[in-house]
């Protein structure tokens, strides 16, 4: 069914009734504050978020109910923060703890908004059907050279694909792999089919990103077989209501490995960058930035391009060099 179109008096009017309950929350959120017996900070994660409500986790493992102050802007999953109990099981953030690192997307308005923080790995989810491509495969892996995570490329569904479309398959992406991106191929039919994933996600803070119909859902109801029961008990728990579809939330493993289940990367799109950024995010650029004949060298056909030459040479895979080309021009659409 085709998504309505919301008039612009219709959008006003949604985000004003939005604005009017987020300041509806924080007089709440202070009242709390103001009427709590003991001033004593404590620190905690959150490991869930509905609208404005959190939930956070204590070092100890205890789930909390808590509001928090708006001016701290937007607080998402994973975040480590300082909150002020006001009651049983229920508090008030008050302060965000410095990030290791936040993945973020452009909303509506191209302003970034954050969708998880802390995370350490990025798995980019691709599928048999429908078709992967390069080129959306390496704006996941800019993005994730930009904020400093680890990136693995998953293939899902392998059992869809036959020994001979899984050795194009390997062809297709082998030069990831060269230039040092783990490649793995997974299946929640098979036996044993997620160990490969498993191995790679241990010891990791990660979040599943690829596009619609790859599978995403599945392997992180594979992976967390009573998904749906854990949110909704964590919803009840904390007073939130049993909302599982709209709830962003990190799952602990038995393994030691995390991951962050959220909604919001559904649409997740690389957000507006410069091309010295777009430069950065091709890892295998790194040794020859800068060693052009030009300084202001767009890679394209001047002579003395250190990227080309590279190319010419078999160092640079020549679909990078294209989709880096085909970015570049995009973003000079854009301004």
């Known amino acids: 069914m085709t998504r309505r179109r919301l008039t612009k008096r219709q959008r006003e009017r949604i985000a004003q009734l939005q604005e ?36 956070v986790q204590s070092p100890s493992g205890q789930h909390h109910h808590c509001l928090f102050r708006q001016n701290l802007g937007e607080i998402v999953c994973g975040d480590r923060v300082l909150w002020q109990p006001v009651a049983d099981d229920q508090g008030v953030v008050v302060s965000l703890l410095p990030r290791d690192t936040v993945l973020s997307r452009p909303d509506y308005s191209g302003r970034d908004k954050p969708l998880a923080a802390n995370i350490t790995q990025l798995v980019v989810v691709l599928a048999p059907r429908p078709p992967p491509t390069g080129y959306l495969t390496d704006q996941y892996l800019i993005a994730a050279e930009l904020i400093g995570v680890n990136a693995l490329i998953t293939l899902n569904k392998a059992d869809l694909l036959s020994p001979d479309e899984w050795q194009v398959f390997q062809e297709s992406f ?70 599982t579809t709209s709830v962003a939330t990190l799952h602990f493993l038995d393994n030691g490995a995390e991951i962050i289940d959220s909604p919001g990367v559904r649409s997740f799109r690389l957000g507006r960058i410069g091309i010295r950024e777009l430069e950065k995010g091709f890892r295998e650029f790194a040794p020859y930035l800068g060693k052009c004949r030009f300084s202001n060298c767009r890679h394209r056909n001047e002579p003395g391009c250190a990227l080309i030459e590279a190319v010419e040479a078999g160092h640079i895979h020549p679909e990078r060099l294209k989709n880096f080309l085909h970015m570049a021009e995009q973003m000079d659409k854009q301004r």
């Open 20 to 55: 009017e309950r987020r300041k509806q929350l924080a007089r709440k959120a202070e009242q709390a504050l103001q009427s709590a017996e003991s001033e004593e900070v404590r620190e905690g994660r959150v490991i869930s978020r509905h609208g404005q409500h959190l939930v």
């Open 174 to 243: 082998s030069h990831y792999q060269n230039i040092g991106y783990p490649v793995i191929s997974v299946s929640a039919k098979r036996e044993h089919g997620l160990a490969p994933l498993l191995t790679q996600l241990k010891g990791q803070t990660s979040i599943l990103v690829g596009q619609s119909g790859v599978g995403k859902s599945s392997l992180i109801n594979a992976l967390i077989p009573h998904r749906e029961e854990a949110v909704g008990e964590l919803s009840e728990a904390s007073g939130l209501g049993r909302h």
